[in-house]
Nanobody, 122 residues
Framework: QVQLVESGGGLVQAGGSLRLSCAAS????????VGWFRQAPGKEREFVAG????????YHADSVKGRFTISRDNDENTAHLQMNSLKPEDTALYYC???????????????WGQGTQVTVSS
């Protein structure tokens, strides 16, 4: 019911910023929670942030809290991850995901985009 396409990744120096976007198709997008995940080589996939269907509630992992902000615009069928003060350890493939579960639970998400690469140099 939902197709997701990420964009906005790239190469940035430590301390810089990137804004990732997730474009969704599907008439029921506004009823889905959205999450951002990342996975770096040799590491487990990490739940970075989540947002509920209305955008009124968010979750951010401790590793990114205060630096990253998840948001969504249901009128545009988009979600975003604003990433500030980037660190080399933020380097990963970032995925947008959606699902009907609770926004702060990792098992809430069953629809996935292809990912966009974020590389932070020091």
């Amino acid at each position: 019911q939902v197709q997701l396409v990420e964009s906005g990744g790239g190469l940035v120096q430590a301390g810089g910023s990137l804004r990732l976007s997730c474009a969704a198709s599907g008439r029921t997008f506004s009823s889905y929670a959205v999450g951002w995940f990342r996975q770096a080589p040799g590491k487990e996939r990490e739940f970075v942030a989540g947002i509920n269907w209305s955008g009124g509630s968010t979750y951010h992992a401790d590793s990114v809290k205060g630096r990253f902000t998840i948001s969504r615009d249901n009128d545009e069928n988009t979600a975003h991850l604003q990433m500030n003060s980037l660190k080399p350890e933020d380097t990963a493939l970032y995925y947008c995901a959606a699902g009907r579960g609770t926004y702060y639970r990792t098992n809430a998400f069953n629809y996935w985009g292809q990912g966009t690469q974020v590389t932070v140099s020091s």
